[in-house]
Each structure stands twice: as C-alpha cells, then as structure tokens.
C-alpha cells in the first residue's frame, strides 16, 4: 500500500515490497513526471546506488528477496483493523512478525521479537529490523522483526501495545516449530519501538487466560529479558520487571532522562540491569557497525545476554 505525505507540490511516497517501505519521489504538480526508480532524485550517485537501482530493475511482483513472508498475527483478521475508503484491508491493517531463523549450527535457542522505532507514523523496518536481525543470526539468535499498527490509522497506542502482546503469544505457543526455547524469549525495541516495549512487556503484561476461546490468549505474553534501546517508558511495577539491557547517548537527552529512570528503578527492585550510556551520537543511531565510539553495544549486549545464562544451549 502506499500512503503518501504532501509538502507543497512534492510527494514523498512509499513503495511498499514485502510489507516494507521504500521512499520514493515524485512530483504532484506535473503528472507527466514520474518517479525515479528507488527515489533516488538526478539518478544513483555512487556504486553502492547503481547497485540498488540495478536490483529493484531485476525485481518482478511478489516476495522480495533475503524477506521473508510475513506471519500474520491474526490470519482472520484482526481486532480494531481498519478498511481503506474502498473497503480493503492492506498490509498496514495486518500486523506480523517476519522470522529469520537462527543457523541449525549455531542455533542457542534464544530468541528476540525486534521492534522497530518510527514515532508510531512509520517503521524503520531496515536499520533498526533487519539489519539487527541478521546480526542476531550471526550470534545463533533467532529474530523476528514486528509489523505492528501506526498511526495516522491507528493513533491509540492501545492498538500497537496488542500487536507486540501477541507476537509474544504467537512465538512462546510456537516454539518448538521456530526451535526456540519458550522460557529465553526476549525484545528488542528502538525509539518509539522502545516505548511499545514499555507499554506491552513492563507496563501492560498479561497472564494467559485457561478459560481463553483463542489458544494464544491462554499463553503469557512476559518476556524473560528486554534490550530498550534510546527508549522506553517510566515502570509502574519495576520489581515485576524482566532483566533489562539499555543503550542511549548523553546527547540524546529527551531519551536519556527515561532511561535513567529505569535504571534506578531497576537497581533499587534488585532487577538485573546493565546500561551504556555513550557520550556522544544523536538519537537513532541504530546498530552503528564499524563506528568506533557508537557501534559496540551490539556486542556488549551480546555478552550480557551471554553472561545472564540467555544464550544456553537448548
């Protein structure tokens, strides 16, 4: 689907593949002009755009590739979803989760449920999804990156907060089919999508219900460690709070005083809880590979996972 914001006469829309968003441009006040393949205004810059313009010209309709299809987290449809004015359903309408397995060699039988940020109006589906998916992967983790629902459709966080409680539900009941343990089940949230986590997983948790018509609502959606990452929320029940693994900058104020908050509430419930606070980077850095001062914590987190017994063998 694409959703199209207007500035004046310039369009920035979205070509959605595989239930991800790609920007493309095009200009409203001449139809004649069309898009530019990738969105990339004058044509590709360097080789690493040539590249990218060469595989979206290779690419046919369908799946794209190294993306998985996306398990929808209500196949019938969910609850509170939204028709567009013609009274169809699209991928914005149907949260899901996409699965990238962990290496049978390597496989730790850990698992994380990545949310990625986007100020609730968009999802960073690359940088802070996929990208950190296949870093996990690397380390015998497996990942699963959350399509859940955004605004302006869908402005209550209510309706975003049940999209993360069932992907919980979804993985735990299904563990033995994604071979991961159901009691090393953790998240992994940035920005926005660390302000989910605080809504769903340390704010809003919910035990199953036996009596539940829906197997998945019979399951509990806690999960066993969480990594925010710049974001988050004030705790209401720290005590009751999974081990927590945090991430910001000094620079990134806003975002660091709700840290800090949850750090101390941590320390002061006796919650396992490590912090890396970098003294310089502006908000959403996202995994920062290679970069010698911000793109350490990935691997410092694995160690914590490691050290905190998340990563045994099944």
Request: proline share 9%; aromatic share 8%; glycine share 12%.
């Given at each position: 689907m694409n959703r199209t914001l207007l500035r004046k006469a310039q369009t920035l829309c979205y070509l959605c593949l595989g239930g991800f968003l790609f920007p493309v441009t095009t200009f409203a006040a001449d139809s004649s002009v069309t898009a530019p393949l990738g969105g990339i205004i004058g044509g590709p810059k360097n080789p690493g755009q040539v590249a990218y313009v060469e595989q979206l010209q290779r690419m046919g309709?369908?799946?794209?590739?190294?993306?998985?299809?996306?398990?929808?987290?209500?196949?019938?449809?969910?609850?509170?979803?939204?028709?567009?004015?013609?009274?169809?359903?699209?991928?914005?309408?149907?949260?899901?989760?996409?699965?990238?397995p962990a290496p049978a060699n390597n496989n730790t039988g850990a698992a994380l449920l990545i949310i990625p940020g986007g100020g609730f109006t968009n999802r960073c589906m690359d940088n802070e999804g996929v990208q950190v998916a296949k870093f996990l992967n690397r380390h015998g983790i497996a990942a699963f990156v959350l399509r859940y629902r955004i605004g302006p459709v869908y402005p209550r966080r209510a309706?975003?907060?049940?999209?993360?409680?069932r992907a919980m539900r979804l993985l735990r009941a299904r563990a033995t089919e994604f071979k991961i343990s159901p009691e090393r089940i953790g998240t992994i949230g940035f920005s926005a999508g660390g302000e989910l986590q605080g809504d769903a997983f340390y704010n809003s948790v919910l035990d199953g219900d036996p009596a539940a018509p829906d197997?998945?609502?019979?399951?509990?959606?806690?999960?066993?460690?969480?990594?925010?990452?710049?974001?988050?929320?004030?705790?209401?029940?720290?005590?009751?709070?999974?081990?927590?693994?945090?991430?910001?900058?000094?620079?990134?104020?806003?975002?660091?005083?709700?840290?800090?908050?949850?750090?101390?509430?941590?320390?002061?419930?006796?919650?396992?809880?490590?912090?890396?606070?970098?003294?310089?980077?502006?908000?959403?850095?996202?995994?920062?590979?290679?970069?010698?001062?911000?793109?350490?914590?990935?691997?410092?987190?694995?160690?914590?996972?490691?050290?905190?017994?998340?990563?045994?063998?099944?």
């Amino acid at each position: 689907m694409n959703r199209t914001l207007l500035r004046k006469a310039q369009t920035l829309c979205y070509l959605c593949l595989g239930g991800f968003l790609f920007p493309v441009t095009t200009f409203a006040a001449d139809s004649s002009v069309t898009a530019p393949l990738g969105g990339i205004i004058g044509g590709p810059k360097n080789p690493g755009q040539v590249a990218y313009v060469e595989q979206l010209q290779r690419m046919g309709p369908g799946p794209v590739a190294g993306i998985p299809e996306p398990i929808l987290l209500w196949p019938q449809g969910a609850p509170d979803a939204v028709p567009d004015a013609h009274g169809v359903f699209t991928d914005e309408d149907k949260p899901a989760i996409y699965a990238f397995p962990a290496p049978a060699n390597n496989n730790t039988g850990a698992a994380l449920l990545i949310i990625p940020g986007g100020g609730f109006t968009n999802r960073c589906m690359d940088n802070e999804g996929v990208q950190v998916a296949k870093f996990l992967n690397r380390h015998g983790i497996a990942a699963f990156v959350l399509r859940y629902r955004i605004g302006p459709v869908y402005p209550r966080r209510a309706v975003s907060t049940m999209d993360a409680h069932r992907a919980m539900r979804l993985l735990r009941a299904r563990a033995t089919e994604f071979k991961i343990s159901p009691e090393r089940i953790g998240t992994i949230g940035f920005s926005a999508g660390g302000e989910l986590q605080g809504d769903a997983f340390y704010n809003s948790v919910l035990d199953g219900d036996p009596a539940a018509p829906d197997p998945l609502d019979r399951v509990s959606t806690r999960a066993n460690f969480n990594a925010l990452i710049y974001g988050g929320r004030d705790l209401q029940n720290p005590a009751a709070a999974a081990p927590t693994f945090l991430f910001n900058t000094i620079e990134d104020a806003g975002h660091l005083r709700v840290q800090v908050s949850i750090l101390n509430a941590l320390r002061k419930a006796g919650v396992p809880v490590e912090a890396h606070f970098n003294q310089v980077g502006p908000h959403g850095t996202a995994m920062s590979l290679g970069d010698p001062l911000l793109g350490d914590w990935p691997e410092l987190m694995v160690k914590w996972l490691r050290a905190g017994g998340f990563l045994g063998k099944n």
